[in-house]
Nanobody, 120 residues
Framework: QLQLVEFGGGLVQPGGSLRLSCAGS??????IGWFRQAPGKEREGISC????????VYADSVKGRFTIFRDNALKLVYLQMASLQPEDTAVYYC???????????????WGQGTQVTVSS
């Protein structure tokens, strides 16, 4: 099965930017979703991109601030995060599935997560 690894998390000040990466052999054949889960909150789907890049979805909470894109040559999917706020603090996960417009948050394979902390 596909194994995914996230990296790029860390500590950033409010208003700052951070880029997360999702890596995995063969992930260029999958839609990739980004999720996050903060303590005491449910897991939230925040963005996804289909295998052909024709479907891109953003949750309202991150529209205008986050950008998802992929580099198939490197087999990476990125989540570029800007204007970060304390409420963005969470463990961020990538997952492989379809990014279907009918069901954008259904995925089969998951990474282990990377911590993003936004604090002054």
């Amino acid at each position: 099965q596909l194994q995914l690894v996230e990296f790029g998390g860390g500590l950033v000040q409010p208003g700052g930017s951070l880029r997360l990466s999702c890596a995995g052999s063969g992930l260029d054949y999958y839609g990739i979703g980004w999720f996050r889960q903060a303590p005491g909150k449910e897991r939230e789907g925040i963005s996804c991109i289909s295998s052909n890049d024709r479907s891109i979805v953003y949750a309202d909470s991150v529209k205008g601030r986050f950008t998802i894109f992929r580099d198939n040559a490197l087999k990476l999917v990125y989540l570029q995060m800007a204007s970060l706020q304390p409420e963005d603090t969470a463990v961020y996960y990538c997952a492989a599935g379809a990014c279907s417009y009918r069901d954008p948050w259904k995925y089969d394979f998951w990474g282990q997560g990377t911590q993003v902390t936004v604090s002054s």
